[in-house]
């Protein structure tokens, strides 16, 4: 099993800037990748970035490509989400999520494996 945790998550104005972690534990060694999602009210979970083993491939949402850039530490076992230039659009519940055994990218909902429980983030204009 693996566990999730994240944390950062806040109110910021427009423009501002947040980082956002997600903490892993259990059986740290069978995830290929880690992910990003966010749900916004009354719409689906959707991608946002996510990112190999070794931090060398890292892929982004349109929507977010520019602004937002994902990291890891795997000596901590944590992935970040730095978020600069953020919109009230980029409101939203943020999640980490590794894929499900047998994927090695999660790139919807239906490929995730394990989820956080998610971290509010609230971008005011």
């Known amino acids: 099993q693996v566990q999730l945790v994240e944390s950062g998550g806040g109110l910021v104005q427009a423009g501002g800037s947040l980082r956002l972690s997600c903490a892993a534990s259990?059986?740290?060694?069978?995830?290929?990748?880690m992910t990003w999602f966010r749900q916004a009210p009354g719409k689906e979970r959707e991608f946002v970035a996510a990112?190999?083993?070794?931090?060398?491939?890292?892929y982004y949402a349109d929507s977010v490509k520019g602004r937002f850039t994902i990291s890891r530490d795997n000596a901590k076992n944590t992935i970040f989400l730095q978020m600069n230039s953020l919109k009230p659009e980029d409101t939203a519940v943020y999640y980490c999520?590794?894929?499900?055994?047998?994927?090695?990218?999660?790139?919807?909902?239906?490929?995730?494996?394990?989820w956080g429980q998610g971290t509010q983030v609230t971008v005011s204009s």
């Open positions: 999520a590794a894929p499900r055994i047998g994927r090695t990218y999660a790139w919807r909902e239906s490929e995730v494996g394990y």
């Open positions: 259990g059986r740290t060694f069978s995830i290929p990748t």
């Open positions: 990112i190999s083993w070794s931090g060398d491939s890292t």
